[in-house]
């Protein structure tokens, strides 16, 4: 069983990478680090452990666009070691592929990551590691797609054909067509559940992905908080700050304070910038007078 360092300087994104490496079996553990400091601290730790060591680690799964030193700079300071762990690059961008296989990575996972394709980045560090019997398929440069000038939607797997991931695109696209106007789809841990609107509290901005709040928790999906309040404004949902969207429905307290105004949402306390509280403060209003 492999045992894994994830690396992301984007927390959202690392959390549901650990989160899906963890509930993958052939995984012993995965820890995280949000730089490269951090990521380089723990693989020297791991390496002056050796082999047997408790900090051992098997495989690095790495982002390449960090703050400070990127992923294949990491990597190429690994490549320097006796007996470097492997290296499973995860990103969003396609046009480090060459320099990646050139750096000896097992694989090259494209964001957003689908849990059937990380399933199979793992089952190739668990061949190549020697941790199974299996062998892993041959994997470099040759398989690294052309870059499309504009695509509807990224390839999950290097070297998929590009007439399936159309057609892949177009059918996810027609599902959901009959679901968009109640429901958004969200996916966690190779599920995807539909959580109605009418059930969002509020939404949080987080890079280029949005959190969505409901009584029951929280889901991340890769819409930016903008293309929400464009799409659901009409359903009553407001932006109070750059970083939420709250709906108006849910609000159950307006306060100000010294001059700061916040809502509470159930037992979410949020602040509304000044831009916002005029307009929130008539919309209240114009809602409590029916």
Do not use: N
């Amino acid at each position: 069983m492999l045992r894994v360092l994830a690396v992301d300087d984007e927390k959202p994104l690392l959390e549901e990478l650990l989160y899906l490496l963890r509930s993958d079996p052939r995984v012993l553990s995965a820890e995280g680090a949000s730089d490269a400091t951090e990521a380089l601290r723990r693989i020297t730790r791991a390496l002056e452990s050796g082999p047997d060591g408790a900090d051992v680690i098997d495989v690095v799964f790495l982002d390449i666009h960090m703050a400070g030193l990127t992923g294949l700079d990491i990597a190429r300071l690994l490549a320097g070691f006796a007996r470097p762990p492997l290296i499973v690059f995860v990103t969003a961008h396609e046009g480090f592929a060459v320099q990646a296989f050139d750096l000896k990575a097992v694989d090259y996972v494209l964001k957003p990551v689908r849990p059937e394709r990380l399933a199979e980045a793992v089952r190739r560090a668990c061949a190549q590691s020697g941790r199974s019997g299996e062998q892993p398929p041959a994997a470099g440069p040759e398989a690294v797609p052309a870059v499309p000038v504009a695509r509807a939607a990224a390839p999950e797997a290097v070297g998929a054909p590009v007439a399936a991931v159309a057609a892949s695109a177009a059918s996810a696209a027609a599902r959901g067509a009959d679901r968009a106007p109640e429901q958004i789809a969200v996916e966690l841990g190779g599920v995807t559940r539909f959580v109605a609107i009418a059930d969002i509290a509020y939404v949080e901005a987080q890079g280029d992905y949005a959190r969505l709040h409901t009584d029951e928790g929280s889901h991340l999906v890769r819409i930016p908080l903008s293309t929400l309040e464009e799409r659901w404004a009409a359903r009553g949902f407001v932006r109070i700050h750059r970083r939420h969207l709250v709906a108006l429905a849910r609000i159950d307290e307006l306060r100000l304070d010294a001059g700061t105004t916040t809502v509470r949402v159930g037992v979410a306390e949020l602040q509304v910038s000044r831009r916002h509280t005029r307009e929130l403060r008539d919309l209240l209003m114009r809602q409590a007078m029916g």
